[in-house]
């Protein structure tokens, strides 16, 4: 054992490094992380975007022409350099045979105004803003061009993730897309997968590692995907067609972050397609992020409701809505179906209860039912296994149900786009359909949008509706307010409390200032932030004349031989060690201080000193060591020298002390901590040589301070005015230093909330 021992070497260092290598293959190994893929990567191949070819009928066609044909075609508007003309049929968009044979099965004789635009657009490679009514066929403008787009890719290999990717904000409208995929991608051989939380994840892994072409998502569980088994399922190195539904939803509903994840992840030179139904100017910018040089294709205005809706307001006591919804299921529930609309979950099972008891085979539908359920009760209602559903506004976008004749908002709608997609589940691919919009006299408020949408879609506007928005208008001119429609992108998502307030509006101060968004340069910009660092701090300054002398040491320098007597008014040197541990450590500073000086003056000008004058230059700068060493020495040891005249300078001789107050009580918590904090007292006194004390009482913003009473602040001491200087830069610079920390991770400052064990 002994001569194994010997021949072995042991090195730590060699153990470190083993471990280090560990623990990257370990993580490497474990964790799951998307790749953001860029140009430079050399796995890319070359894709084909242009598939258009005009034909020689629209070429011929002038501008004139084509602008009045967009003007029949329900008042198309093109914003764009090049836009294609609009087709007129569907082998004018260059669609395969075997599609072709799909769409005449499906009863699609020719295209609706938006493919006949977005068709050729999208052929073409560009990038695309689509903006048309529910109910007009923008789920059949994007898929074309996709099939045609992954038929000229090579097949996929083992590994490959897909070509096409749909991304929609809810799960039903994944799943209605999904439908309509499968009816042409049997036909041409290509694989989709719905990938849509609320389910178990693991029948979606397997479908997708066996492959799919096209993927329906939502992209929350699409990130799920990518990530899971260590990028193994699923990946974009092969996605060049990337499709937005009801992107503004999508956006709005806060899956920006997981949006723009997913497009980082997919190489640059992708095409880029967005459809919706509404599309306001807030959301454009966020929009145009994603997409290179797009055009936008508007078809018949704004967010309006299309003109087979037969609109209908009808103002009613709350406890009258319901006879009136029987009224009107009993005169148009034999010709179809109808969905309800309510505000609330639960007042959708409180009505569903009702209709029950009044014989109605109905269900209900909302984010509080199972993922299963919902699933079963839209497939049960578009079979016609029932014909009345109750439904929040989970339902108002995407769903289509071919003999839905009726709607019924009981619960007025609160905005204006809410209003728009619920009447447009009914009306569509032409049909007549029919929308009641229940308004109580409490709600005048949401006159606004249901007046500005019947005007947008010419529809006639009842007189009592009219009247009480007057009534309404008046009331708040005199209040001196201005009436306004609400917009549905605002948000209803989390709402800080009194303190995340407070924190959030400190960080934004100096947001500015940290981030450079100033005109001058850098340095500038630094220079800026410290100086409203120091207006908050608002210093107060003052100067006090004293006659104690700065330090104990003076009169040890003054003169460096014991005295014969001990002065009048001056304490006797103790003769024996005091057995207190404190009065010890005095004892013991005293005598060090004066050794200190002796040793000083004698390595300084041993002659001179005893021969010089008392206010010669000599014995200013050995005056001046001496303070230093003695002031380091009473900091550490919280002592204060008792006063002694000076016997160099006389008993009268007075001294300037400086005094400075800076005020910390409105910097973020994190910032007080940083310069409050035993060490950090400690550490700035020992730079600085000057006396720090934290004073007053922290006050949170809006709170009055009582009389008598100080919010926090920082006093610094010192007999030299260079030393105040260098405390406040310190804390300055330490301030600053915290800040720019807080402006990369939110750390709220109730962090007493949870407790981990």
């Known amino acids: 054992m002994e001569q194994n021992q010997d021949g072995l070497e042991y090195s730590d260092e060699e153990e470190e490094e083993d471990l280090q290598q560990a623990m990257d293959s370990y993580s490497s190994a474990t964790l799951g992380k998307q790749t953001t893929i860029s140009l ?19 070429h011929q066609m002038t501008a004139a022409e084509v602008e009045a044909l967009r003007a029949e075609m329900e008042g198309i508007t093109v914003k764009g350099k090049n836009v294609p003309k609009p087709i007129k049929t569907w082998p004018q968009a260059g669609v395969s045979k075997k599609v072709l044979d799909v769409l005449k099965k499906l009863n699609f004789e020719k295209p609706t105004p938006i493919q006949c635009q977005a068709l050729p657009a999208i052929m073409s490679g560009r990038d695309l803003i689509a903006i048309a009514k ?25 590994t490959d993730g897909p070509i096409g990717v749909v991304m929609t904000p809810t799960r039903e409208l994944a799943m209605q897309i999904t439908k ?32 799919a072409e096209i993927i329906v998502c939502t992209p929350g569980r699409m990130i799920d995907m990518l990530a899971a088994n260590s990028g193994r399922v699923t990946n974009m190195r092969r996605c060049t067609y990337v499709v937005l539904d009801e992107a503004d939803r999508m956006f709005d509903m806060g899956f920006e972050p997981q949006v723009m994840r997913i497009i980082d992840s997919v190489r640059p030179d992708r095409q880029t397609v967005m459809f919706s139904a509404t599309f306001p100017r807030q959301m454009e910018a966020l929009a145009r992020r994603i997409l290179l040089k797009p055009v936008e294709i508007l078809v018949g205005g704004r967010s309006v409701v299309c003109k087979e809706v037969e609109q209908h307001v009808l103002i009613l006591d709350e406890e009258d809505k319901f006879l009136k919804l029987l009224e009107l299921l009993g005169k148009y529930a034999p010709q179809g179906s109808a969905i309800i609309f309510v505000e609330k979950q639960e007042h959708a099972d409180a009505l569903l209860k009702d209709l029950m008891t009044a014989s ?90 249901i007046l500005k949408a019947l005007e947008a879609s010419e529809a006639p506007i009842p007189e009592d509706l009219q009247k009480l928005f007057n009534t309404y ?165 919280n002592y204060t020298p008792s006063g002694e005249p000076d016997p160099l300078l006389g008993g009268d001789q007075t001294y300037n002390k400086y005094e400075e107050e800076l005020e910390i009580n409105d910097f973020p918590q994190q910032a007080r901590w940083k310069v409050t904090s035993k060490e950090a007292i400690a550490q700035i006194a020992d730079y600085s040589e000057a006396g720090l004390t934290v004073r007053g009482t922290f006050y949170p913003p809006g709170k009055e301070v009582p009389e008598g ?21 310190e804390i300055v610079r330490l301030i600053k230093e915290e800040l720019i920390k807080l402006q990369h991770s939110y750390q709220p400052s109730n962090k007493g909330r949870y407790k981990v064990l």
């Open 40 to 58: 430079e990567d050399i796995t890319f191949k070359p894709f084909r975007k242009d598939f258009y070819i005009e034909v020689p009928e629209l």
């Open 134 to 158: 529910t109910g007009s066929g923008k789920t059949l403008a994007f898929l074309l061009p996709m099939f045609r787009h992954i038929m000229d890719q090579p097949p996929l290999e083992a």
């Open 180 to 211: 309509d995929c499968k009816k042409f991608a049997k036909v041409l051989g290509l694989r989709v997968v719905c990938v849509y939380g609320g389910t178990g994840i693991s029948e979606q892994i397997a479908e997708l590692k066996r492959g």
């Open 360 to 449: 109605y085979n109905c269900n209900a539908l909302h984010g509080g039912i199972d993922q299963f359920d919902r699933d079963s009760t839209i497939v049960d209602f578009k079979n016609g296994k029932f014909n009345v559903l109750v439904a929040t506004s989970v339902a108002a976008r995407g769903l289509d149900v071919k003999h839905l004749i009726l709607v019924v908002n009981y619960d007025c709608p609160n905005h204006y786009e809410d209003y728009v997609h619920r009447c447009g589940r009914t009306g569509r691919a032409g049909n007549k359909g029919f929308a009641y919009t229940f308004i109580t006299p409490d709600q005048e408020r949401y006159a606004v949008d």
């Open 473 to 637: 208008k008046e009331r708040m001119d005199a209040e001196g307010k201005k009436v306004k429609g609400s917009s549905g992108f605002s948000g209803k998502g989390f709402k800080f409390d009194e303190t995340e307030a407070n924190f959030s509006s400190e960080r934004k101060k100096y947001q500015k200032a940290i981030l450079g968004m100033n005109d001058s340069d850098d340095d500038d910009a630094e220079d800026t932030m410290e100086q409203d660092i120091e207006t908050m701090l608002a210093p107060k300054k003052r100067v006090v004349e004293t006659k104690a002398p700065p330090t104990a040491a003076t009169a040890a320098a003054a003169d460096p031989s014991p005295p014969a007597s001990t002065p009048a008014g001056t304490e006797p040197e103790p003769s024996e060690t005091p057995a207190d541990p404190l009065e010890k450590a005095k004892f013991l500073a005293s005598k060090i201080n004066k050794q200190i000086a002796n040793n000083e003056l004698k390595t300084e000008e041993p002659v001179a000193a005893k021969s010089t004058a008392p206010n010669s230059i000599a014995a200013q700068i050995a005056r001046s060591i001496a303070e230093q060493r003695a002031e380091k020495l009473h900091l550490k040891l």
């Open 709 to 729: 009473e100080r919010k926090l602040f920082i006093a610094i001491e010192s007999h030299d005015e260079m030393s105040v200087k260098k405390a406040r830069t």
